[in-house]
DNA sequence: CTATTATGGATATTGCAGGTCCATAAAGAT
DNA sequence: ATCTTTATGGACCTGCAATATCCATAATAG
């Protein structure tokens, strides 16, 4: 149950991108000497940063990458699930085990009335979602531009 | 990004015993079989239940398990950590970088009246220690016993 | 044209979750 | 006593995904 590197890696290069100047390139041999990580694993990690629209890049000399939009428009959450993915955190496989029946052996009469099931699906999975919800909800609310902002107060304090 | 198998075998578990009666031991095989997992390795999971204190084991005939204490005492945290281990969700592997030197750059000045950095670590860690905070906190409001009344609530409905 | 830079395919490497097997110990049943 | 039942823990196997590298290719600036 851990973050992947990749996603701290995409994270660092994302904020990097944002403190340069608006309309600078940054190349990733820079960025890949910023983070400490080999310059053909990270172009993988950017590669996917742009075919999700966080950053756009330009080869040729002088190319390299920008944010695609604003950074206080990308948050934590559109970065990590780029390389994440946006699977669920938890998925039930006892979905046909006895356990649920016994969840569910009252409602399977009272859905012979309304012909489906209510409160149908595991409950442990319905705890488990919220709490991905709570963690997902707080990720959404934090931004790249809330981070740089965040560091010039540290600095000034 | 996921929970382990491991995890909601061993929550689906719990709430079994959880379900059996008071003083009632329930073997792996029992427990194997509603899971639908082997019993060597759900034996392993449920090992571990009972070195943290989860549950009881029992062995010998009319042996197996149950649980160590109140099914209101016992927390989704409780039994995920078991599986999942206690280790934080996102460590940064940057330390050492440029990117870091750039965020506290003037706070290095600050320090030298202090003797020590007031903000002291990175900040993409602290925005995601914050959201593994909300998940952590929802999971450890949710109880074993509180599944149960849920399920007996939807039956009944 | 040439140098620079990103891209994507192919290909290791490696760690770990998932899973099995077996020898051993403990406890009840006969 | 010993037999049966049951959990325990060690050793081991396996497949896959995260990590990581290399290279041929394409695009672009100068």
Do not use: P, W
């Not at 309309?23 to 172009?43: F, M, N, P, R, W």
């Not at 740089?148 to 540290?154: F, K, P, Q, V």
């Amino acid at each position: 149950m851990q973050f992947s590197k990749s996603t701290g890696h995409a994270l660092h290069a994302v904020i990097h991108l944002a403190r340069a100047e608006r309309g600078q390139h940054v190349g990733i041999k820079e960025l890949a000497a910023l983070l400490g990580v080999s310059e053909s694993y990270l172009s993988k990690i950017m590669s996917k940063l742009r075919q999700d629209g966080i950053v756009r890049a330009m080869t040729g000399a002088s190319g390299g990458y920008e944010l695609a939009k604003s950074a206080n428009l990308i948050t934590f959450l559109d970065v990590i699930q780029v390389v994440e993915g946006r699977q669920k955190m938890y998925e039930c496989f006892n979905l046909d085990s006895q356990q649920h029946q016994l969840f569910f052996e009252s409602e399977e009469q009272a859905s012979q009335h309304t012909g489906h099931h209510e409160g149908n699906g595991c409950l442990v999975k319905k705890v488990m979602d919220g709490a991905e919800q709570q963690m997902v909800h707080y990720l959404q609310q934090h931004t790249i531009q809330g981070v740089l902002d965040s560091a010039a107060a540290t600095s000034t304090k």
